[in-house]
């Protein structure tokens, strides 16, 4: 089976940093991707790591480790809009999603 | 980018009755559709794999009986919950992948809201 864990819940301030750790467990493994799902929303792709290493897309980082069997999210500069949930997922195509980090941003 | 719909956007309905969800791919073809289900403040889960021109393929613990996919087109799959009860009260969400690998991105529809009474 799958499993990918994350903490639940993390809180920060507005123009901070914060990281969303994820480690994982799987069966065949073709990189981690991360999602976004504000409140009622749909999930919304943030990014993709196939290899090891840092992959930047503007204010969002994402790392992975494969030998750690583990990655994270880095979100600079926070904002309010960013308050959701974020989700670590595994698998192509078929996808098996971590257990869930609800980030809330505060003044 | 690829875009997913999804309708009803939600649904009441009262327990002992049939609900069918709608998910259209609208700007490519899909010949995989996926179908999850997310309870309040939990992950989301894979119930099963729609495949166009055959029969679904569900996850373990998933009633095929109970909930019957149909994937009749390039672009639109159909989840039906038959004889819903409350504890089938839950947000359902269907994806699709574009077919690009590069990313492994997958695209979501907006999800229905089912509450059963």
């Known amino acids: 089976g799958q499993s990918l864990e994350q903490p639940s819940e993390v809180t920060a301030v507005e123009g901070a940093i914060v990281q969303i750790n994820c480690t994982y467990q799987?069966?065949?493994?073709?990189?981690l991707s991360w999602y976004q799902q504000h409140d009622g929303g749909a999930p919304t792709f943030l990014s993709y790591n196939g290899l090891d290493g840092l992959e930047e897309t503007g204010r969002f980082s994402s790392f992975l480790s494969r030998s750690d069997s583990y990655g994270y999210l880095l979100l600079q500069e926070l904002q309010m809009k960013d308050s959701a949930s974020y989700f670590c997922a595994v698998g192509y195509q078929k996808v098996t999603f971590g257990t869930g980090t609800k980030l809330q941003v505060i003044p | 980018g690829a875009v997913v719909s999804q309708h009803p956007s939600w649904v009441i309905c009262k327990s002992g009755t049939s609900v069918k969800i709608e998910c259209r791919s609208l700007d490519f073809q899909a010949t995989t559709m996926f179908w999850y289900r997310q309870f309040p403040k939990q992950s989301l889960m894979l119930m099963a794999t729609s495949n166009e021109g055959s029969k679904a393929t569900y996850e373990q613990g998933v009633e095929k009986d109970k909930f019957l996919i149909n994937h009749a087109s390039l672009t639109l799959s159909t989840l039906t919950v038959t004889s819903a009860h409350p504890e089938d009260s839950s947000f359902y969400i269907c994806?699709?992948?574009?077919?690009?690998?590069?990313?492994?991105?997958?695209?979501f529809g907006p999800g229905t809201r089912l509450t059963v009474l």
């Open positions: 994806s699709a992948p574009p077919g690009t690998r590069a990313t492994n991105e997958q695209f």
């Open positions: 799987t069966s065949g493994f073709y990189g």
